[in-house]
C-alpha cells in the first residue's frame, strides 16, 4: 500500500489565487511528521512546511498552510497568492519509524503534484 | 548559508561503465541519506548514514550498487555496472541528529544520471 498518496499528477492555478494540493498518508504509528517540498526544474528539494501529529494547530509558514485532518489522514498544502516562481513540483513526505535495518525514523515521499501558475 | 554539495551535477555513461557521485552534507550534520528519484515520481530512499555506519540500506541494489562514508564527513555512491534503468537523479541530502519524526532534511541539487 502506499504510504503517502498524491492524486493530482498536475494543477493549475491563476497567479494571485490559492490553491490547494492533495496529501494522503498510510500508518499506523501513533508518532509522525508530514512535510511538504518543492521541487523546482533545477532539482535540490526545498523544505515548506511541517506538521507533527501531534500537533493541534494547522501549521502556516508564510504564504503557506497545512490544512491537517489527522482523523481523516490528510494533510493538503494551501499556497495562498500563487505567484509564478510558485511554478514546481510539490511532494508531500511523512517521517514514521521504520523496523528496517537498524531502524530510524525514514522520509518517504509522495509521486509529487506538478504546479503551473498562469499569469 | 550552509549547504549539501553534490557533485557532478550530470553524468551521461555507458551501460555496463562504472559511475560514482560524491556528496558533501552540511558541517555538522551527522545523518546522510542517498535517495533515487526516477523522473516523474518521488525520491526514494537508497541508504542512510549515521556517522560513519549504515543505518539502512534495505532497498539498496547491492549487486551493483555501493555506498560509504568513511570518516562520517563526506559520501561516495558507486553504481558498477550502470544499466539503463539507472537513468535517475540521485539526490544527497544530510540531518543534524540521528532523525525522529519532526527532523528535517537538507537536499543537495542533486546529480541527473543518464545511461545510455
Known sequence: AQKITQTQPGMFVQEKEAVTLDCTYDTSDPSYGLFWYKQPSSGEMIFLIYQGSYDQQNATEGRYSLNFQKARKSANLVISASQLGDSAMYFCAMREYAYSGAGSYQLTFGKGTKLSVIP | ?116
Open chain 2, 1 to 116: 548559508e550552509a549547504e549539501v554539495a553534490q557533485s557532478p551535477r550530470y553524468k551521461i555513461t555507458e551501460k555496463s561503465q562504472a559511475v560514482a557521485f560524491w556528496c558533501d552534507p552540511i558541517s555538522g550534520h551527522a545523518t546522510l541519506y542517498w535517495y533515487r528519484q526516477i523522473l516523474g515520481q518521488g525520491p526514494e530512499l537508497l541508504v542512510q548514514f549515521q556517522d560513519e555506519s549504515v543505518v539502512d540500506d534495505s532497498q539498496l541494489p547491492k549487486d551493483r550498487f555501493s555506498a560509504e562514508r568513511l570518516k562520517g564527513v563526506d559520501s561516495t555512491l558507486k553504481i558498477q555496472p550502470a544499466e539503463l534503468g539507472d537513468s535517475a537523479m540521485y539526490l544527497c541530502a544530510s540531518s543534524l541528529e540521528p532523525p525522529g519524526a519532526n527532523t528535517e532534511a537538507f537536499f543537495g541539487q542533486g546529480t541527473r544520471l543518464t545511461v545510455v
